[in-house]
């Protein structure tokens, strides 16, 4: 199943928005065929793995057991049914990682498997199956895209000076918040940000698709923001600022990570950084030349 996690990880831009996927196939203890879903429209992880198998191994099948990451899919969608590939091939043993969110599934290709005689196992490293798809899991099971909070503060709290921009990113802490947005559906600001500051929000220090850009003014509710970008099938959104608009996503609690750079200067007045809620877990803390960038989760009720 880690090999399984390893090569889903390689579909991590192509794959949107279909979630990453890795098959595995193993004949007493030696894998005899293996892939993941390369890009959205094409071939599924299953029939990726199956296609490796080579002309001489096929005899094995029917001994052998497939391991995939998430459940086959049982449903004709831009592809046919994995289910029905996994039981045409005559496999022993099917290993899952976890459940497909995706209403279209929801356990229906587990079942289909079972009820044509084949062993069904699932549940093997669930938690870091689900955590490889996060994004497509909280879209699915929230009806949202998976949020991230992100500011830049001084070492005194502010994130500006007395109200004016202020430049807190290094040019590599940039080049790496630009990584970050090329790896994400949309970014947010708020409209008094927009004005302000003009943000291209943009991934010109980096190499890879710009993020949807997207402003938030008074005029429309984050419930009512919500229910859009699930509607036009946004998985992932970035918020960065200003203090207003992380304090209301921050009050709504539609948030799933935050991200914080600080770097070590003062300023004696201006905007107060948000302050972090009491259910943010930090799970990482990284030193960039002179900045520090703290990730943390939102533990879960």
Request: charged content about 25%; overall charge neutral; aromatic content about 8%.
């Given at each position: 199943?880690?090999?399984?996690?390893?090569?889903?990880?390689?579909?991590?831009?192509?794959?949107?928005?279909?979630?990453?996927?890795?098959?595995?196939?193993?004949?007493?203890?030696?894998?005899i065929?293996?892939?993941?879903?390369?890009?959205?429209?094409?071939?599924?992880?299953?029939?990726?793995?199956?296609?490796?198998v080579?002309?001489?191994?096929?005899?094995?099948?029917?001994?052998?057991?497939?391991?995939?990451?998430?459940?086959?899919?049982?449903?004709?969608?831009?592809?046919?049914?994995?289910?029905?590939?996994?039981?045409?091939?005559?496999?022993?043993?099917?290993?899952?990682?976890c459940?497909?969110?995706?209403?279209?599934?929801?356990?229906?290709?587990?079942?289909?498997?079972?009820?044509?005689?084949?062993?069904?196992?699932?549940?093997?490293?669930?938690?870091?199956?689900?955590?490889?798809?996060?994004?497509?899991?909280t879209?699915?099971?929230?009806?949202?895209?998976?949020?991230?909070?992100?500011?830049?503060?001084?070492?005194?709290?502010?994130?500006?000076?007395?109200?004016?921009?202020?430049?807190?990113?290094?040019?590599?802490?940039?080049?790496?918040?630009h990584?970050?947005?090329?790896?994400?559906?949309?970014?947010?600001?708020?409209?008094?940000?927009?004005?302000?500051?003009?943000?291209?929000?943009?991934v010109?220090?980096?190499?890879?698709?710009?993020?949807?850009?997207?402003?938030?003014?008074?005029?429309?509710?984050?419930?009512?923001?919500?229910?859009?970008?699930?509607?036009?099938?946004?998985?992932?959104?970035?918020?960065?600022?200003?203090?207003?608009?992380?304090?209301?996503?921050?009050?709504?609690?539609?948030?799933?990570?935050?991200?914080?750079?600080?770097?070590?200067?003062t300023?004696?007045?201006?905007?107060?950084?948000?302050?972090?809620?009491?259910?943010?877990?930090?799970?990482?803390?990284?030193h960039?030349?002179?900045?520090?960038?703290?990730?943390?989760?939102?533990?879960?009720?």
């Amino acid at each position: 199943m880690r090999r399984c996690l390893q090569l889903a990880s390689c579909g991590r831009q192509n794959a949107k928005p279909n979630p990453m996927v890795g098959a595995v196939i193993v004949h007493d203890g030696k894998i005899i065929g293996e892939g993941y879903h390369v890009r959205c429209g094409e071939g599924h992880a299953e029939v990726n793995a199956f296609a490796s198998v080579r002309p001489e191994d096929e005899g094995l099948l029917c001994n052998s057991t497939i391991y995939v990451s998430l459940e086959p899919c049982s449903h004709y969608g831009k592809t046919p049914p994995c289910a029905e590939l996994i039981i045409k091939k005559g496999v022993k043993r099917v290993v899952v990682g976890c459940i497909d969110p995706f209403a279209k599934v929801q356990g229906r290709g587990i079942k289909m498997i079972e009820d044509a005689g084949i062993e069904v196992t699932v549940g093997i490293l669930q938690k870091e199956c689900e955590q490889l798809n996060k994004r497509f899991f909280t879209f699915h099971r929230e009806h949202r895209p998976y949020i991230i909070l992100k500011w830049a503060q001084t070492a005194n709290g502010y994130i500006d000076n007395y109200y004016k921009p202020l430049a807190i990113s290094t040019p590599f802490t940039q080049m790496l918040s630009h990584k970050m947005r090329a790896e994400e559906d949309a970014i947010l600001v708020g409209r008094v940000t927009d004005e302000r500051e003009h943000p291209q929000l943009t991934v010109r220090h980096w190499s890879g698709p710009n993020p949807k850009r997207l402003v938030l003014t008074g005029k429309e509710s984050l419930a009512d923001l919500m229910n859009e970008l699930y509607n036009n099938g946004i998985q992932s959104l970035i918020v960065e600022g200003g203090a207003h608009t992380h304090q209301s996503f921050l009050d709504a609690c539609l948030w799933d990570e935050i991200r914080v750079e600080t770097a070590p200067i003062t300023v004696y007045g201006g905007t107060k950084a948000p302050s972090l809620p009491t259910n943010a877990k930090v799970v990482s803390s990284e030193h960039y030349d002179d900045n520090v960038i703290r990730w943390f989760e939102r533990l879960k009720d």
